[in-house]
């Protein structure tokens, strides 16, 4: 009787602990992108652009973290156009707009992407990756991405009225 009790008790705690675990973290990677990218998510986002704009938005101000662009902690909202810049979200929910030229994204956490490209006379756009995926060219139509948890299989095409 008693090790009825004791397996009962065991798995009335396990159980809630399995399920307010953290979801897994996945990550994104975007090298020498050209375009519009779109990231929300959650988690830990750095980058650089070389020529362009970038917004971010902190979904989550009441936090410990905020973004900072070019070595500068920042506000709720922070939009910047110019060369060369690097930024950084240590942690949160974030909502990030980058469009330009020669941008490179690292996103660990979870969330989605939509990526537009604009092919230089060559036709690049720059690649994008997932987890452990092998590298894809970034679309000329938006395409929207998922990474972490809720990642899903393959990339997801979303049509956008020009």
Same mark, same amino acid.
């Given at each position: 009787?008693?090790?009825?009790?004791?397996?009962?008790?065991?798995? #009335?705690?396990?159980?809630?602990?399995?399920?307010?675990?953290?979801?897994?973290?996945?990550?994104?990677?975007?090298?020498?992108?050209?375009?519009?990218?779109?990231?929300? !998510?959650?988690?830990?986002? /750095? *980058?650089?652009?070389?020529?362009?704009?970038?917004? /971010?938005?902190?979904?989550?101000?009441?936090?410990?973290?905020? $973004?900072?662009?070019? *070595?500068?902690?920042? !506000?709720?909202?922070?939009?910047?156009?110019?060369?060369?810049?690097?930024?950084?979200?240590?942690?949160?929910? =974030?909502?990030?707009?980058?469009?330009?030229?020669?941008?490179?994204?690292? &996103?660990?956490?979870?969330?989605?992407?939509?990526?537009?490209?604009?092919?230089?006379?060559?036709?690049?756009?720059?690649? =994008? #990756?997932?987890?452990?995926?092998?590298?894809?060219?970034? $679309?000329?139509?938006?395409?929207?991405?998922?990474? *972490? #948890? &809720?990642?899903?299989?393959?990339?997801?095409?979303? &049509?956008?009225?020009?």
């Amino acid at each position: 009787m008693r090790a009825v009790l004791l397996s009962a008790l065991v798995l #009335a705690i396990a159980v809630p602990v399995g399920w307010a675990a953290p979801s897994p973290a996945g990550t994104l990677s975007i090298e020498n992108g050209r375009g519009t990218v779109v990231l929300t !998510g959650k988690g830990i986002v /750095i *980058g650089r652009l070389d020529k362009g704009d970038v917004k /971010i938005v902190d979904l989550s101000p009441l936090d410990q973290w905020s $973004p900072r662009v070019n *070595g500068v902690p920042r !506000g709720k909202t922070v939009w910047l156009r110019g060369k060369n810049v690097n930024f950084y979200v240590p942690g949160g929910r =974030y909502k990030i707009t980058v469009r330009g030229d020669g941008f490179a994204i690292s &996103a660990r956490g979870q969330g989605a992407a939509t990526l537009t490209g604009n092919p230089d006379p060559t036709g690049a756009t720059g690649t =994008y #990756a997932i987890g452990d995926g092998g590298p894809l060219a970034i $679309p000329s139509v938006a395409e929207t991405v998922s990474f *972490g #948890a &809720a990642a899903v299989e393959g990339p997801t095409t979303k &049509a956008v009225a020009p």
